[in-house]
């Protein structure tokens, strides 16, 4: 072997076997989460699409429950409600940088604090609850309107994220009881 090969020509072929046996091994540990899983009769998109959203107040609370009601059923079907999700949520602005010329704030900062339940539509004992934390930042103008729409567009952003935060730790949630 000289100094320019870099490698033996027989470990490349080892190394690719080696990966190849690895996978295959792990290949049975990992399940898909909106997959065929069974979770009492059904699957957990069957799941989502049986959660009932309770009402949210305030205009963010609107565009948080009209992505939930999206993003839990996208399919359009009115199935047969199995769990009532609550949601409440808390909203507060920050303004971390201030121009040191005009003493106007030149960014604000949205944050979003959703603290959600899960309960049996009977109600019960929740199946799951928890916070979900999400931020969007936004620019600053001397042009009033132009401040309140990016103000809004954050919100829109923010309950966007917390939508998809919520269906995700739902789904895994739901993926674990026996429905």
């Known amino acids: 072997m000289s100094w320019s090969d870099p490698l033996p020509r027989r470990r490349a072929p080892l190394g690719a076997a080696a990966a190849l046996v690895a996978a295959l091994m792990l290949g049975g540990c990992l399940q898909p989460l909106y997959g065929p899983l069974s979770v009492g009769g059904g699957d957990v998109a069957a799941e989502l699409r049986a959660i009932a959203i309770e009402p949210i107040p305030d205009r963010i609370g609107h565009y948080l429950g009209d992505d939930l009601i999206f993003d839990l059923n996208g399919t359009g079907s009115h199935d047969t409600p199995k769990y009532r999700l609550f949601v409440t949520l808390r909203e507060s602005v920050q303004t971390p940088i201030i121009d040191t010329v005009t003493g106007l704030q030149s960014a604000a900062t949205v944050v979003l604090n959703a603290d959600y339940r899960l309960e049996p539509y009977g109600g019960g004992t929740p199946v799951t ?30 309950a966007k994220q917390l939508s998809d935060q919520i269906r995700l730790r739902l789904a895994a949630a739901l993926s674990k009881t026996d429905g």
């Open 129 to 158: 609850k928890g916070t979900a934390i999400v931020i969007a930042s936004y620019d600053r103008n001397s042009q009033r309107f132009a401040n309140i729409r990016a103000a809004r567009d954050a919100e829109i952003r923010d």
